[in-house]
């Protein structure tokens, strides 16, 4: 759909998928108010299984969407699918339903994360990687193809192409360029996440692929860039909710320049600005939204 630029609705005529829509509390939510806001029609992602085996717990998916529905502008639409990213046929099943609220999807937000049942290299198991790797890493590489496949209209098969080799792109970029991926990496960039072997090796392979599927998706018309949110309280930084010991990161986070955790909104914003054409030349990039943490 092309529509004519709005200075406050730079989204609207744009539909986004975000993926792992489950609680308020969460980044995938204010992601999806923050592209609402931004003027894009929404299709949400969430599978509350998971997190009701979480020490944060769930939340009532009916005040997820109207949370949501709030922040759409008129006549913005939103959609939602209750989908186990785990399975194989996941990611052709939840981009032809995303797809089908306007008829095409423009903006794909991999928020989605299996967290919990992790551990250190000791306690690795093939189930333990696997059970990551395929929702943390697996579900996204395959969104992104999958999400490529109807943004560009490209049809399955042909030739493998040899290593290196790109298609051909259509010129000039600064038009052609419209679509947007963005993908969740962790703070496994920065430093170690004891007890966190399969979660941190399931993100850094997004991270490490980033630059290579950047280059392979801009020849067909979109960016992917991936934001590493930092420590974002989502619940898990909560001591009543928490599922680490608290101390040692309370004490860290005291000395960092805003001296408190990351809130939900601080990476949307970021991601916000990644989606619309403001952001068009940040592209390959792993970002972090971290409030200067890292420092």
């Not at 204010?30 to 020490?55: K, M, S, T």
């Not at 890493?137 to 030739?159: C, E, I, K």
């Not at 080799?165 to 920065?190: C, K, N, Y």
Request: net charge negative.
């Amino acid at each position: 759909m092309t529509t004519t630029p709005h200075p406050e609705l730079p989204l609207l005529g744009k539909t986004a998928l975000v993926t792992g829509v489950s609680r308020r509390a969460g980044i995938g939510f204010a992601v999806a108010v923050r592209l609402a806001e931004l003027g894009a029609d929404v299709f949400i992602h969430h599978f509350a299984p998971h997190d009701v085996e979480q020490p944060w717990g769930g939340d009532d998916l009916a005040e997820v969407r109207a949370g949501i529905r709030r922040a759409l502008h008129e006549g913005a639409r939103l959609g939602d699918i209750s989908l186990d990213l785990a399975a194989d046929d996941a990611a052709e099943t939840l981009i032809a339903a995303a797809a089908g609220l306007t008829g095409r999807i423009d903006i794909l937000v991999c928020n989605h994360a299996r967290s919990g049942g992790d551990g250190s290299i000791l306690d690795m198991t093939a189930e333990v990687l696997d059970g990551h790797w395929h929702v943390n890493a697996r579900s996204t590489l395959l969104l992104t193809r999958a999400f490529a496949l109807q943004f560009a209209g490209l049809a399955v098969g042909g030739p493998p192409r040899r290593p290196g080799e790109s298609a051909a792109a259509a010129l000039p970029l600064d038009e052609f360029v419209t679509g947007r991926v963005i993908w969740m990496t962790s703070g496994q960039i920065h430093g170690a996440m004891a007890g966190e072997v399969a979660y941190a090796a399931s993100k850094a392979a997004l991270a490490g692929a980033t630059p290579t599927v950047a280059k392979e998706l801009l020849a067909h018309g979109i960016i992917l860039n991936t934001v590493d949110p930092g420590p974002v309280n989502t619940g898990y930084l909560d001591p009543e909710t928490t599922d680490r010991p608290l101390d040692d990161i309370l004490a860290m986070v005291r000395d960092t320049p805003f001296g408190r955790f990351g809130r939900p909104g601080d990476p949307a914003r970021l991601i916000g600005w990644l989606a619309t054409d403001d952001g068009r030349w940040m592209v390959g990039q792993v970002l972090s939204s971290d409030g200067g943490f890292a420092l």
